[in-house]
């Protein structure tokens, strides 16, 4: 009997085991090798055969256990079947060529299609075998992980229904213009901050960023206090709000109260691209979408460097070059204000915006499509179409208008401001009159509303009360009204003139 048990163990343990990405219902990369990885017992000779393939792949796993081969996929399409022989065989079913991208980011990109607009109707109708799925688990860790909870899915009402809504929509998008099979790998988090994303070594990395570890190390030595004073100030917060709604006295705007973020943490720095980045990593994929920023927007200064240094920490850790990098910029949110004012949200927005400085990276501007009691938006239709749309022009090449207008450069005349965009699309128009939004100041730095005009590709701005402008703002607000557009229909991103110290300038951890 022991001899049968000692046998059955080496026997277990001399199994090829795979990372749970690579399965029955994926989709390959086409275009390029992709890697097929997984774990062997050392020196154990590994081979990967594929239907489309009349040559096959060796490989022995190394010292540790690892082993991994490149494979060149076939033509677009399948189903193809896949098998990978060590001292066991695995036979991988229902294989697809095509393209593949990324789904990260906080609450928005995790919203899921059951919640959006005509929700049942959308559910119902998402019945596209070639479009496949993949959630990876929630998972927060401190060391590197290798592999994660998920499986690929076809794509129909069941699958569909619980998906990220931006990821399905994005991805039906591209399988109705590109008529070739789509894999969507949704990897998100509500409320995560984009630390939460990056490596340690990225994190430690830039001086600017290493307040973020300082303060979450801080927090966790001091968690138990930490805990004990916000359950207090909670229970007096809860206790004043009860007793000034009995007694029928309004409610005054109270200070928020934050829980600490303790160890294992999904806010904690580092966590989620240890425990669902890096499993992934490095399969096959054409680009990332990336819907996020909310949590980062008392810090949106910071955030600036902070997202370039994401998308260079993800793109190193592939190691597939600068591929496409796709992210929404924050909608409309909040109540509108009447006048001119500053705000936390539009600086992330403007953080967001000169991220486009990087190479290869596109930003769907979703300005117009918010809600103001709702930092969840159900019109996820649009945010997936727009960011599509930058994929089908910049990295499918197609001619389609991608962008709408983006600011350029300022010239003052007298008492005018004239401002000049590129991405017109056929022309600037203001959905409404008048042209809605903008606001000037002289270099009092006090702003007011102003008059707007569209003139060709330009805008005029000017006010009666500014006699010499120094800048010009456009929905530069939480929530602000305005209607600039091109006639491709799309929105035109807020942005300002000025390089004036913002209200986040400051904000660190």
């Not at 994303?197 to 001086?207: C, F, G, H, N, T």
């Not at 934050?258 to 990593?281: F, Q």
């Not at 002289?442 to 402008?469: M, N």
């Amino acid at each position: 009997m022991l001899v049968i048990i000692f046998v059955l163990s080496a026997v277990v343990s001399a199994d090829v085991r795979l990372p749970s990405v690579i399965g029955d219902n994926m989709v390959l990369q086409e275009g390029k090798s992709v890697p097929i990885w997984g774990w062997a017992d050392p020196c154990e000779k590994v081979t990967v055969k594929a239907s489309w393939a009349s040559v096959k792949w060796e490989t022995e796993a190394g010292q540790d256990g690892n082993w991994m081969v490149r494979i060149k996929p076939g033509k677009v399409g399948g189903p193809y079947e896949m098998t990978i022989d060590g001292n066991n065989t695995l036979s991988l079913k229902n294989v697809l060529i095509g393209e593949v991208w990324v789904c990260s980011g906080q609450s928005n990109m995790e919203f899921m299609l059951n919640q959006t607009t005509n929700a049942a109707q959308e559910v119902n109708e998402a019945n596209y075998p070639q479009i496949r799925f993949f959630t990876v688990g929630k998972k927060v860790s401190y060391e590197p992980m290798k592999n994660c909870q998920g499986r690929w899915q076809e794509c129909n009402s069941k699958s569909a229904s619980g998906f990220s809504a931006v990821g399905y929509f994005f991805g039906r998008d591209l399988y109705k213009q590109l008529n070739i099979p789509v894999g969507l790998i949704n990897a998100s988090w509500g409320g995560t901050p984009a630390e939460s994303w990056m490596s340690k070594e990225y994190l430690e990395s830039d001086a600017n960023f290493k307040p973020i570890l300082q303060h979450f190390d801080e927090t966790c030595a001091n968690f138990p206090q930490l805990l004990k004073n916000y359950q207090a100030a909670k229970k007096e917060r809860d206790e004043t709000m009860s007793r000034l709604k009995a007694e029928g006295k309004p409610i005054p705007p109270m200070q928020e109260i934050y829980e600490p973020i303790g160890k294992g943490h999904p806010y904690s720095p580092t966590g989620l691209y240890n425990g669902m980045i890096l499993p992934i990593v490095p399969y096959g994929i054409r680009g990332a979408i990336w819907y996020q920023g909310e949590t980062n927007a008392w810090r949106a200064y910071q955030y600036r460097t902070l997202l370039p240094a994401m998308i260079k920490n993800w793109r190193d850790a592939w190691g597939e070059g600068n591929f496409p990098f796709l992210y929404v910029q924050l909608p409309n949110w909040r109540a509108v204000k009447p006048e001119p004012s500053e705000s936390d949200w539009a600086e992330l927005r403007e953080a967001q915006l000169m991220t486009l400085a990087v190479q290869n990276t596109g930003m769907a501007v979703i300005i117009d499509i918010g809600e103001a009691n709702n930092i969840h938006p159900k019109n996820k239709q649009d945010v997936g179409k727009r960011l599509a749309l930058w994929a089908l022009a910049k990295t499918y090449g197609k001619d389609v208008v991608y962008s709408g207008p983006l600011y350029k450069y300022m010239q003052i005349e007298g008492n005018k401001a004239i401002l000049h965009f590129d991405h017109v699309g056929g022309g600037l128009v203001a959905r409404g009159e008048p042209l809605k939004g903008f606001a000037i100041a002289g270099e009092d730095k006090k702003f007011v509303w102003a008059d707007a005009k569209i003139a060709g590709d330009t805008v005029v701005v000017f006010s009666d009360k500014v006699a010499e402008p120094a800048a010009v703002r456009y929905a530069w607000a939480d929530n602000p009204v305005c209607n600039l557009y091109n006639k491709a229909g799309l929105p035109a991103t807020p942005f300002r003139t000025d390089t004036w110290p913002g209200i986040t300038d400051t904000h660190r951890w």
